[in-house]
């Protein structure tokens, strides 16, 4: 108590905030101890603390930020004009020409909704003219100009604009496009700032982890965020403040999370998010209802989610792309006898897996413009007889078409049954606003295709990408959520299938599981048809490399037909066993050399005794 | 001078350390980030801070009395050289680049070794210790190279002859030969001869000088030229062009060729030849107009072989664009990235 009585007649923030924290833990031990000290410290506040006791726990009042100077605003006008009118509009009402084919939307400046800040929910993120080095956690607006917002299409503009010109084109935004609110207007703005430089993060141990895995479910957090945090929870009814679909965060990916300021795996961004809430959207701030302690185990459970390797460090990060680095081989192993059906196995775990990047197809209509599957996960073993492909990817939800669908399964071509790239404008019937969480349910799905006779075609050729061509042709296998598991033969982009019956038999569905946002589909194929005779299907070579893409359908998101995610051409390879030669040589090679020491010592020998060789 | 060179040497400690560092993850290796646009300097200055740092310690250890044999500083500055290629520059520099500048900094260790005959006896006086083995010490030494020597030479070949799985190295040409002419929608364009039809000045003559007073300027954040706002009611002739062409790419190009047409793209991360970079100097401000033109036109499919046709995701967008679209989408990217399209002449 004396303690306590002390620091309150010290009157500075910082130590008001340090008793208020350790009010919060006595209340909860003992409220009437708690009732107690806070009547002590409210009567301590009439004194002159100000509004301290509303604060929640991490936070300190700041002050608003002054009004940038005119000519900083004009000099922001410009670089508005010239980079980001495009999207956010001329009235930075979040309409410019590229808002309609966006998901996430560009931001709507006029209310003053920002998602990422230090500040208490519902306030003015901080955006301060003077303060001109990013990461500094006192201006929440240039750190998102600076990195951008990964996940959307909002790109880091670092080395794009100069520090300077972020700054201007802020006092321009903040001053001009916010149109409901006033980052100076004393009146009505206040300034709750999350003191994250200041307060000493948790260690993200075992017990911590599993404090936050518990406090995600005490939390409600799995109501959105889904059981295992893939964003499968409530994903079909949350709308933001505009009335726009959104879709929670996916925390098995923290490279996409918005606030992720181009370094996610730092459990500091997690913390802040859940501190003061995402702005404009359900994500509320929980700063109010959690102790800071709680809210650095549920960061630190948060973090642990996100995707890691074998060894459980994080995955590198492409700096260019701020994605997981792509390794554009995909190893299959050798294994003996029967290869398992389940995931967990042992041999499974073993064999590394690939981060395979997905994109939306965008080169043939219908084009997808919103790609809801940016990545699949693949590992492959091979026996004596099959290879078999085991790819899992998170989708928020399970689709299986109701019904027959209309189309064939050959059928590529299904723009006549209503699958459409969207070109109405936003607001209008058919848009991707309007159709966003409303689509027709096709069929969730994945595909792969190798060249049917690579061993003839000259490297790098290949037969395109999008299945196949003409003269070269591909082996399509196809996997839908209705069940079935089917092999065609691909001659082009805007060519139908030919279904090849006779291969079916021989291609296994090892398992296609739905659960908690995660698909995991194991294909299997045999090596190699009936015959030496690969006209037909794929022959696999040990230790060729043999080109292969990866399509996905997400049925939720209207893909069916080229509306669909692709990827890069990637290389499969069945590992070979290393081969003798390997170990002879090298022993070869060091005996010469041995030889070749002699040589040298001898010549120098004789040279110091004057001998001319 | 002393105190001078403590504190260089001091920071081209600390640069190393951080260099491990990174290297072993110790620290992560984002603490000091290479930022495109500013990275040529970045790593020229970085370099020279090393060299400096390196001075420094050289003249402390001079002075100190344990002078650093010449022969380990030549070594050892090769080696800081490779590892400084190997871990630093981002992306990665193929191991055929690496090599090259690996050759040229062993001469230039070489040279700098055999300035003179007196450095050039220091420098292989330690080489020759070792071969003649006079001490105990130096006779220790030449068992350890004797041995040493073969079982890293058999383990690098060993290692090197090993089955690996590393990505197969392809070699893409970027700006293939355009053809001598290309049909669109029904209409021949000779490449030679066409022009962008909405590079106009007020009177609707075609006027290259006219447009390129209009364009972004040079220079950091290549901003807009001071009245000459595409966004202006009153814009009208090219910059009006160049605005519906900026909208024609927001709703199809941004996708992989990015807000800033630096080829960051929300879907680029995926594709692989990755999206060209406009503000790249060596792409459309190499390239005529009517070469890009026939690029849009046909896309990725409708390149030759040396292209990679059959990998390029670039739509062949006479299906999506109108050939005017088409030309107001170049219009705007000369505009944007503040480049003169090449002429003929």
New interface residues.
Partial sequence: MGLILNLTNNLGEQVVRLTMSKLRMNVKAAPIIGAALGALLISACVVGVGQAEDLPEGFAKGDLSPAPPAEMIEAGK??Y???C???HG?DGAGD???A??LWPRPRNFNQGTFKIRHTASGELPLFNYNEKNPDSGKNDLLDTVTHGLPG????P??????EE?RIQVLSFVTTQLVKDRKFTDKESESQTILQLGTIKPVEATEESIKKGAQLIVDKKCIECHGVEGRGDGNAFNLKDDWGFSIQPADWHKCWNFRGSR??PYNVRNIFRTFSTGVNGTPMPSFADSTSVEDRWSIANFVNSLCERDAEG?PL?I??????PK????V?SAPVEGEISNDPENEMWKKQGRRYV?????????P?N?V?RI?DIWVRSLYNDKDVVYLIQWDDRTKSVAEGKLPWAPTQVNVENFGVKEQAPKTGEEGSIAAAQNNYAVYNDGIAFQFPIKWQEIP???????LFG?VKFNADILKWESDGSLRSFRGTG?DQDFEERDDFEEKVKLLKAEWKNGQWTVMISRPLKGDKDDYDEYTRFDI?K?IPMVFFAWDGHNGDAGRKMA????Y?T?L??P??Q???I???V???G??LL?GW??TR?ANK?KGKVL | MKALMSVVALIGVLGLLMLIGMIFGVIPSNTIRLVEGYMPMQVLSELAIFVAGFAGLSYLANSMGVAFPRFWQGVLFWVFIQTYLKFRIYPPIPFSVRAMYGTVSFVAVFMWVSANEEDWKKFRQPILNVLDANTGFHKALRTMYLILLPLLIGGFSFMTMKPSIDEPIELRTVHPAPPASTKVHGKTYTLQTSQNPYRVNLEGKYDQDYSNKLIVEQGMGRLMAPNANPWDDKAEGYLKYVREGGEIFFQNCHFCHGDNLNGRGLHAFAFNPIPANFTDPGTIAQLQETFIFWRVAKGGIGLPNEGFPWASVMPPWEQHLTTDEIWKVILFEYWHTGYYPRTWD
């Avoid at chain 1, 959307?152 to 790109?155: D, E, H, I, L, T």
């Avoid at chain 1, 503009?157 to 100069?162: N, V």
């Avoid at chain 1, 990047?357 to 209509?365: D, N, P, R, V």
């Avoid at chain 1, 490297?459 to 990408?465: E, L, S, V």
Wanted: hydrophobic share 40%; glycine share 6%; charged share 20%.
């Fill in positions: 410009r670089v004009f010239t980079k009118v495009w999207c001329v410019g020409p590229g309609d084919r959307s299409a909002m790109p503009w670092e080395g794009i604009l100069t010109q181009q370094d460090k590198s492409d700096p260019l792309t701020d994605k792509i390794n554009f081989v190893p990047a997905m994109g939306g197809q965008i080169t043939h209509k084009r413009f790609n940016d490297a790098p050729f290949k037969p395109r990408y061509d982009w230790g490399y692709v990827s890069a051409f290389y390879i590992q070979p290393i081969p030669e390997v170990y040589y090298p022993a090679i060091a005996v050399v041995v020491e040298m010592l120098r110091k």
